[in-house]
């Protein structure tokens, strides 16, 4: 048959249900990630200073990030993004200030009155002050930390003024370690990895129930074969997902068998 890049149409779904983005209306609950959420969830709204979220590559952080952020509404929270830190210390700065909606100054010490002020303000309104920084392994220089962990020196006699979400890559957890001064300061600490063979199979179950009422698409081999590929990584369960749709409509199958994933996956 002739099936353009749209498979959707072929097996009438309602969205492409493994985008590789991180949508947090994909969100699929499992034990680790629903704890991770929980701890982080605890942390900002106690008003912790610094929280730390690791986890392998592609096991879904910057998607567990998206869903904390949704659920920190703009009438209490006032939530700055940083995505790219890999950044000088300066630039980094900037980009913080950038993210909290305030202009740049060329002074250091301006820009940390600047914050303070935004801080203090929120503060008297009621509002937390949330700084997520995600993949902070890629934060260049140990000085970088350093100014990240000063800004939680903005606090008042019983609280911070600033709560700092660091996401990141194994390899941030050794770089904290490093820093006893940022280390010691860490309130919360969790750690997400691969799903599970069961936890892999209810993945790829949720994510085509949003898109489509039909609950047989993926058989249960084709679903065990995909986790034995993909050691239950998320970022690679969909791509091989999607890959499989589009083969399938392709081939003008009616299910996803585990030939059809294994032929797959011998090409990604």
């Known amino acids: 048959?002739?099936?353009?890049?749209d498979y959707t149409k072929y097996w009438r779904l309602r969205a492409f249900p493994f985008d590789n983005v991180p949508d947090p209306?994909?969100?699929v609950p499992c034990s680790q990630h629903d704890a991770a959420h929980r701890w982080l969830s605890y942390?900002?709204?106690t008003g912790k200073g610094l929280l730390l979220l690791t986890g392998d590559v592609g096991c879904g952080k910057t998607l567990l990030s998206r869903r904390l952020i949704v659920g920190l509404l703009p009438?209490?929270?006032?939530?700055?993004?940083?995505?790219?830190?890999?950044?000088?210390p300066s630039e980094l700065l900037d980009e913080v200030l950038s993210q909290f909606g305030l202009g740049r100054m060329r002074s250091k010490g301006r820009r940390l009155q600047t914050l303070n002020e935004r801080l203090q303000s929120n503060a008297q309104r009621g509002i937390s002050s949330v700084l997520i920084v995600d993949e902070a392994q890629a934060i260049e220089s140990a000085k970088g930390f350093e100014d990240l962990r000063l800004l939680t020196n903005f606090q008042l006699n019983d609280c911070f003024l600033l709560t700092i979400v660091l996401i990141g890559q194994p390899e941030l957890r050794r770089r904290v370690a490093g820093i006893p001064q940022l280390n010691q300061r860490i309130a919360v600490?969790?750690?997400i990895g691969p799903f599970t063979a069961e936890e892999t199979t209810s993945y790829i179950v949720a994510r085509m129930r949003s898109v489509t009422e039909r609950t047989d698409v993926f058989t249960k081999e084709a679903m065990a074969?995909?986790?034995?590929?993909?050691?239950g990584i998320g970022r690679?369960?969909?791509a091989l997902c999607d890959q499989c749709l589009f083969a399938g409509a392709i081939e003008s199958v009616t299910q996803i068998d585990d030939r059809l994933v294994e032929?797959?996956?011998?090409v990604i």
């Not at 032929?263 to 011998?266: A, F, H, L």
């Open 25 to 27: 209306r994909f969100y």
């Open 225 to 231: 074969g995909i986790y034995e590929q993909s050691k």
């Open 1 to 5: 048959m002739s099936v353009d890049v």
């Open 236 to 238: 690679l369960i969909n």
């Open 43 to 45: 942390g900002v709204q």
């Open 263 to 266: 032929r797959v996956g011998q």
């Open 189 to 191: 600490r969790a750690h």
């Open 75 to 88: 009438a209490r929270y006032d939530v700055a993004l940083v995505a790219n830190p890999a950044l000088s």
